[in-house]
């Protein structure tokens, strides 16, 4: 085969693998059978896509190591021993009754001894994966049905490959006599128990060291596979499958303190080769051979002594607890394991066509049968139990639960509407460092979807673990099925968590590191304390810092919020202020960080906006908990609260007196003006702008603006500051680049700008306003600069020069030392951008220049030179009013830098600046 050929085989293959899956989770059907399936419909006997080929069997091959190795991974040793009698009867006789009736169906059908024997080995294998998917979705997974399973099927994982390793051995050498059968046990044994051994010894310290030293991301996950490709061959040496050698590389790496890492950093690795392995069973089988009488009947047979065998495994857990029936079902499916015997049975030249195919059947059938008849068995278990359930037994003294010996446990039958807050108060006792018992697991795994209900009872005792709950009682939460049911947003936070590659310790699943911090700040940070002991409702705090904890990068912190307040029913008043905080996190923390953070402009604005000390003392918890602060960050944070707590704690500012700041401005400049339509422009003007004038300067503006001024229009007021500055204001249609319009003409007619102010109306007016002085002429020499000689600005001239600016190119030069940042958590409202560069003269024109020709809005500007460092800020949003974007960021910063030519007829798609 070609290059192109083999790349082609693979893109078919890898596409028809993950529309499978997709497919196959929405219909809630195993991805396995979505992918056999996508295997037949590409391979040769339907569509003829891809066939088997070279490439195909090893990229199979590597699928199928990962997926043992997987396996590995999830064991330990430990738990071998640790499954007790009911779990290894179980694990026993499922593996031993299905071999043996299957061993003799197979002779009964007229095959020989090695076939019909490796026809019952392939029945022995379990699938627990597909059954722990079941009771997980059930939530179930703590019940004594589900222990029983599980852990049978990790006795059952080692039975199976031993007994794969030595039926293949048999098959393949043409013998069976009983010498030869105990010496490919032992060798098998052997081989196991001392590679195990060495690799426990020797793998966790090797891993560890390569963790320590190594500088590429991808070195220990390579070394990793690296390892397990060597255990391979070492098993492949050993005339045994190379899965055995992956396999025993899991179990050493199950002990290894990189386990987690290691099992995170190969999952997309197994995501690509692992359902390349399921594609290619289906690829090499024949579609037709299903309908064929000989390969469905004995389908039909060896599927009826499959389900048998394993349903009568059930027996090894009599005089244990537990629903034998469901424990039966739930060591029904064959799965994975199954199809990696029908496989090497195929490639072994063991099986035909026929026989692959009727075992294809078989595992389709068992996988396939195995999820609704669980289902339906655990469902009517819940519906049997329901009636003793009901109303449950008088309170016993003490309380529904009691610890014995570190163990907490129903002290009785409780009733069904409690069970939430029995769930959390026994979360907060095994955060006492207790252990759940057998009984509380089992009533809490048995109730329904309408037993978990939030009440102020439960909310209370929410509350009480955020503040004392460890990750101890979340993972008896998760374990129990009571997170998923109470608060399923935040079980979906905990999933993805695991699922993350990057989170290398596997302990920060259940940890919510910002509750943690809230917490810490009030045991070791006075001031925080101080301000906590103040809050109303500190218990909103922890459960804001719970919501950013659990909110994942493509979710809405403040959504998350309203839908989890909404659940808890906190009310209205909660949900305002939660969302305020969830929405906002950085907001003081970013204002105190910039230079003007503590002027009175900047506080007015953040006083308004947040309205109330509550909301301000709980932002200020949130930004301390947020990240450190060096000595000087905390400084001007504490300043920054005592600032609008001093607005704030006002006898005129408290509460909603804050907002009202502005209003009384809004009021005074209404009386100073005349007219209606002016009064109507005071009524409707930007609160912002309001916020940076007085009232008198603001009725002098809107005279300014008493009929609108036509689209080429403008109107020019002066007012003298002094001898060398004054205040020039201009009015007109808004329109896009009026900024760089107006101050290039300014720059023009030798002023510098000092400032500026803007404010746009619905009706499309602009007023902005500048404070100017005369522009320094540059020295001759040394000397110091001097101001320009010139007169007052006449405002018919400067009106004129704007006017005829309005159907002018703009043009603004590079400015490759300008240093532009953004800063989106300072302002509630607006993207505060700062542009950093050496002062020169029409600065602001050309900078303004580059934001209209990025598409952004300038709603206010402050210009001020230190040292010769001019520090331009500027207040952005898009055209939508919101703030701008990253693209919009990366288009400023470029054009600011490289520099602009614009042309009149592009204006029209600019945004208004």
């Known amino acids: 085969m070609s290059v192109v050929e083999i790349l082609r085989d693979i893109l078919i293959v890898l596409v028809a693998a993950k ?299 009599i005089g244990s607890p537990g629903d034998k029936p469901l424990i039966g079902l739930g060591m029904l499916p064959r799965g994975e394991v199954g199809l990696i015997f029908a496989t090497i049975g195929l490639k072994e030249h063991v099986l035909g066509d026929n026989l692959y195919a009727a075992l294809l059947l078989v595992v389709l059938v068992t996988t396939l049968l195995a999820p609704p008849l669980l289902r339906w068995r655990l469902q009517a278990m819940k519906a049997d139990r329901r009636p003793q359930l009901g109303a449950g037994e008088p309170v016993p003294r003490g309380g529904w639960l009691r610890v014995d010996d570190g163990v907490v446990d129903l002290a009785g039958a409780p009733p069904t509407h409690a069970a939430l807050s029995i769930g959390l108060d026994a979360a907060l006792m095994i955060a006492d460092r207790s252990r759940p018992g057998r009984r509380l697991l089992e009533w809490l795994g048995s109730l329904d979807d309408e037993a978990i209900r939030w009440d102020k009872d439960a909310t209370q005792k929410l509350f009480e673990l955020l503040l004392r709950g460890d990750d101890r009682a979340w993972r008896f939460l998760e374990a129990s099925g009571v997170l998923e049911r109470a608060l399923p947003e935040l079980a979906v936070s905990v999933q993805r968590r695991r699922a993350d590659p990057h989170l290398l310790d596997s302990s920060q699943v259940l940890r919510f590191e910002l509750v943690e911090r809230i917490r810490e700040l009030v045991a070791d940070d006075r001031d925080a304390a101080d301000e906590r002991l103040r809050l109303e409702h500190p218990e909103w705090l922890l459960f804001a810092g719970l919501i950013l904890d659990s909110a994942g990068p493509d979710s809405e ?37 910039r230079l003007e953070g503590l002027d009175e402009d900047s506080v007015l604005k953040l006083a308004t906006h947040l309205e109330r000390p509550e909301r301000a003392r709980a932002l200020y918890m949130l930004s301390l908990a947020l990240a450190p602060l060096d000595p000087v960050e905390r400084s001007r944070l504490d300043e920054l609260l005592s600032l609008i707590l001093a607005l704030l704690e006002q006898p005129n500012l408290t509460g909603l007196d804050a907002r009202n700041l502005v209003e009384q401005r809004r009021a005074e400049a209404i009386r100073l003006v005349a007219s209606p ?83 746009t109306w619905g009706d499309g007016a602009a007023l902005e306003s500048f404070t100017v002085r005369r522009a320094k002429v540059e020295p001759a020499s040394g000397d110091p600069g001097t101001l320009e000689p010139l007169e007052s600005p006449d405002p018919d001239r400067l009106e004129a020069a704007i006017i005829a600016s309005f159907e002018q190119s703009l043009t603004a030069p590079p400015n490759p030392d300008a240093a532009v940042s953004f800063d989106d958590a300072a302002s509630p409202w607006y993207t505060l951008c700062e542009v950093r560069s050496p002062d020169e003269r029409g600065l602001l024109h050309t900078i303004t220049v580059g934001i209209a020709a990025a598409g952004a809005n300038v709603h206010s500007a402050r210009v001020e030179t230190v040292e010769g460092l001019a520090v331009d800020r500027f207040e952005l949003t898009d055209s939508t009013g919101r703030k701008i974007d990253d693209e919009i960021k990366d288009a400023v910063q470029a054009v600011i830098i490289q520099g602009v030519s614009l042309r009149h007829r592009r204006f029209g798609r600019l945004a208004r600046v």
């Open 19 to 317: 529309l499978a899956a997709e497919l196959a989770e929405r219909v809630k059907v195993p991805a396995v059978v979505g992918e056999i399936a996508a295997g037949m419909l590409i391979g040769p006997s339907v569509l003829g896509l891809v066939g088997p080929t070279e490439v195909l069997e090893v990229l199979a091959e590597l699928g199928v190591i990962l997926l043992v190795l997987q396996v590995g991974l999830e064991m330990d040793v430990r738990d071998l021993a640790a499954v007790g009698r009911a779990s290894m009867s179980v694990a026993v006789i499922g593996v031993v009754l299905p071999m043996a009736m299957g061993f003799g169906v197979g002779v009964a059908f007229g095959y020989d001894s090695n076939t019909a024997l490796f026809l019952g080995a392939a029945l022995a294998a379990t699938s627990v994966g597909i059954t722990a998917r079941v009771f997980s979705d059930l939530r179930a997974l703590t019940s004594v049905e589900a222990r029983t399973v599980l852990g049978a099927a990790v006795a059952d994982d080692v039975l199976g490959l031993v007994i794969l390793t030595v039926v293949v051995r048999i098959v393949t050498e043409g013998t069976v006599s009983v010498v030869t059968v105990l010496g490919i046990v032992g060798v098998a044994v052997l081989f196991i128990a001392l590679t195990a051994w060495l690799g426990g010894k020797f793998g966790p310290p090797l891993f560890r060291a390569v963790q320590r030293y190594s500088r590429s991301a991808g070195t220990l996950v390579a070394l990793a596979l690296a390892f397990t490709l060597f255990f391979a061959e070492l098993a492949d040496a050993a005339k045994l499958a190379p899965i055995i050698g992956a396999f025993v590389a899991g179990l050493s790496l199950s002990r290894s303190d990189q386990r987690e890492r290691i099992e995170r950093e190969l999952t997309p690795v197994g995501h690509l080769f692992i359902p390349v392995f399921f594609l290619a069973i289906g690829i090499a089988v024949d579609v037709g051979s299903f309908v064929r009488v000989e390969v469905l009947e004995i389908a039909g047979a060896l599927a009826v002594v499959a389900i048998i065998g394993k349903l009568l495994a059930a027996a090894g857990a």
């Open 557 to 593: 912190p403040v959504a998350l919020a309203r839908r989890l307040v909404q659940r808890l029913d906190l009310g209205a008043a909660a949900e305002q202020e939660i969302a305020l905080l969830v929405g906002n996190p950085g907001l003081l923390r970013a204002a105190a960080g």
């Open 677 to 759: 339509l002016q009064q109507s422009r005071v009524e409707h003007a930007p609160r912002a702008y309001l916020l940076s004038q007085t009232a008198d300067v603001v009725a002098r503006q809107v005279r300014l603006l008493d009929h609108l001024p036509k689209r080429n229009e403008a109107r020019v007021a002066l007012c003298a500051l002094d001898a060398d500055e004054w205040e020039i204001d201009v009015a007109s249609r808004d329109r896009p680049a009026l900024l760089a319009h107006v101050s290039g003409v300014l720059v023009d007619s030798g002023l510098d700008i000092v400032s500026a102010v803007i404010a």
